[in-house]
Protein backbone atom coordinates (compact mmCIF):
# COMPACT_ATOMS: atom_id res chain seq x y z
CA UNK A 1 0.00 0.00 0.00
CA UNK A 2 1.11 3.44 -1.35
CA UNK A 3 0.11 6.46 1.54
CA UNK A 4 0.48 10.00 -0.18
CA UNK A 5 0.79 12.93 2.39
CA UNK A 6 0.18 16.25 0.57
CA UNK A 7 0.48 19.71 2.69
CA UNK A 8 1.01 23.62 1.59
CA UNK A 9 -3.07 24.65 0.82
CA UNK A 10 -4.65 27.43 2.84
CA UNK A 11 -5.55 30.39 2.12
CA UNK A 12 -4.67 33.33 -0.21
CA UNK A 13 -5.48 36.43 -1.90
CA UNK A 14 -5.48 36.53 -5.55
CA UNK A 15 -2.45 36.98 -7.21
CA UNK A 16 -0.49 35.31 -4.52
CA UNK A 17 1.79 31.83 -4.32
CA UNK A 18 1.43 28.75 -3.03
CA UNK A 19 3.20 25.51 -3.18
CA UNK A 20 2.00 22.28 -2.37
CA UNK A 21 3.77 19.05 -1.60
CA UNK A 22 2.85 15.48 -2.02
CA UNK A 23 5.51 12.72 -0.58
CA UNK A 24 4.50 9.08 -1.14
CA UNK A 25 5.52 5.99 1.85
CA UNK A 26 5.08 2.49 2.31
CA UNK A 27 5.36 -0.24 -0.06
CA UNK A 28 6.53 2.12 -2.98
CA UNK A 29 7.20 0.18 -5.99
CA UNK A 30 8.61 2.14 -9.45
CA UNK A 31 6.60 5.31 -9.02
CA UNK A 32 6.16 6.03 -12.94
CA UNK A 33 3.41 9.60 -12.95
CA UNK A 34 2.97 12.02 -10.28
CA UNK A 35 0.09 14.28 -10.72
CA UNK A 36 -2.44 16.66 -9.31
CA UNK A 37 -5.74 17.32 -9.99
CA UNK A 38 -8.57 19.28 -8.34
CA UNK A 39 -12.25 19.69 -7.66
CA UNK A 40 -14.11 22.36 -6.68
CA UNK A 41 -17.38 22.42 -5.27
CA UNK A 42 -19.77 21.22 -7.57
CA UNK A 43 -17.84 20.70 -10.31
CA UNK A 44 -15.81 17.20 -11.22
CA UNK A 45 -12.63 16.41 -10.50
CA UNK A 46 -9.86 17.70 -13.06
CA UNK A 47 -6.53 16.99 -13.76
CA UNK A 48 -4.35 20.23 -13.68
CA UNK A 49 -0.39 18.74 -14.07
CA UNK A 50 1.51 15.54 -14.51
CA UNK A 51 4.79 14.84 -14.07
CA UNK A 52 6.94 11.45 -15.95
CA UNK A 53 9.36 9.92 -14.38
CA UNK A 54 11.67 11.14 -16.24
CA UNK A 55 10.17 15.01 -16.42
CA UNK A 56 7.84 15.14 -18.99
CA UNK A 57 5.32 17.58 -17.71
CA UNK A 58 1.49 18.27 -19.23
CA UNK A 59 -1.06 21.03 -17.53
CA UNK A 60 -3.77 22.01 -17.81
CA UNK A 61 -4.47 25.00 -20.44
CA UNK A 62 -6.18 26.99 -17.28
CA UNK A 63 -2.85 27.19 -15.87
CA UNK A 64 0.01 27.18 -18.15
CA UNK A 65 2.28 29.58 -17.63
CA UNK A 66 1.31 30.09 -13.30
CA UNK A 67 1.72 26.47 -12.20
CA UNK A 68 4.64 24.78 -12.40
CA UNK A 69 4.85 20.77 -11.60
CA UNK A 70 8.33 18.95 -10.11
CA UNK A 71 9.35 16.03 -8.50
CA UNK A 72 12.57 14.57 -6.48
CA UNK A 73 12.54 10.89 -7.52
CA UNK A 74 15.22 9.91 -4.91
CA UNK A 75 12.33 11.52 -2.53
CA UNK A 76 9.21 10.28 -4.06
CA UNK A 77 8.43 13.76 -3.75
CA UNK A 78 6.31 16.00 -6.22
CA UNK A 79 5.62 19.62 -6.00
CA UNK A 80 3.05 21.96 -7.24
CA UNK A 81 4.11 25.82 -7.34
CA UNK A 82 1.24 27.75 -8.22
CA UNK A 83 1.46 31.50 -8.85
CA UNK A 84 -1.01 34.46 -9.76
CA UNK A 85 -3.76 32.34 -8.25
CA UNK A 86 -7.39 33.36 -9.21
CA UNK A 87 -10.32 33.07 -7.52
CA UNK A 88 -11.17 30.25 -9.98
CA UNK A 89 -8.34 28.29 -8.57
CA UNK A 90 -10.30 27.53 -5.66
CA UNK A 91 -10.77 23.58 -5.01
CA UNK A 92 -9.63 20.65 -2.99
CA UNK A 93 -6.40 19.56 -4.71
CA UNK A 94 -5.28 16.24 -4.94
CA UNK A 95 -2.03 14.22 -5.68
CA UNK A 96 -2.12 11.33 -7.70
CA UNK A 97 0.37 8.58 -8.33
CA UNK A 98 1.14 5.32 -10.47
CA UNK A 99 3.29 3.17 -8.79
CA UNK A 100 3.60 -0.23 -9.94
CA UNK A 101 0.88 0.39 -12.74
CA UNK A 102 -1.69 1.40 -9.69
CA UNK A 103 -3.09 4.45 -8.96
CA UNK A 104 -3.04 6.21 -5.46
CA UNK A 105 -4.51 9.22 -4.05
CA UNK A 106 -3.71 11.83 -1.20
CA UNK A 107 -6.77 12.95 0.79
CA UNK A 108 -6.76 16.66 -1.05
CA UNK A 109 -5.39 19.76 0.40
CA UNK A 110 -7.45 22.87 0.59
CA UNK A 111 -6.92 26.03 -1.60
CA UNK A 112 -8.95 29.15 -1.12
CA UNK A 113 -8.05 31.96 -2.82
CA UNK A 114 -9.95 35.41 -1.95
CA UNK A 115 -10.71 38.05 -4.58
Known amino acids: QVRLVESGGGLVQAGGSLRLSCAAS????????MGWHRQAPGKQRELVAT???????NYADSVKGRFFISRINGENTVYLQMNSLKPEDTAVYYC?????????WGQGTQVTVSS
Open 51 to 57: IGRRGST
Open 26 to 33: GSIFRINA
Open 96 to 104: NVDSGGRDY
